[in-house]
């Protein structure tokens, strides 16, 4: 894997970004904003899309090693 989009469906700055704008909707527990994209994998898992469930387990996994706050 050799690109960000290949990664995450989106740019590193763009994840970030996305977090940042619901924030404030998730005050102090960012781990609810995570499960919310683990939840969109299992979908996409059951549906049978499993490059899009990566994707989102890299974003999930991004934000964790980025301890977002």
């Known amino acids: 894997m050799n690109t960000q989009k290949e990664m995450y469906g989106q740019t590193e700055k763009q994840v970030i970004d996305?977090?940042?704008e619901?924030?404030?909707f998730y005050r102090k527990n960012p781990e609810l904003?995570?499960?919310g994209i683990l939840s969109d994998a299992q979908l996409m898992i059951e549906s049978?899309?499993?490059e899009?469930?990566?994707k989102f387990i890299n974003k999930?996994?991004?934000l964790l090693f980025?301890?977002?706050?």
């Open 18 to 20: 996305s977090w940042l």
């Open 22 to 24: 619901v924030r404030p």
């Open 33 to 35: 904003y995570i499960a």
């Open 48 to 50: 049978g899309e499993y």
């Open 52 to 54: 899009t469930a990566r």
């Open 60 to 62: 999930a996994k991004l």
């Open 66 to 69: 980025k301890r977002i706050k």
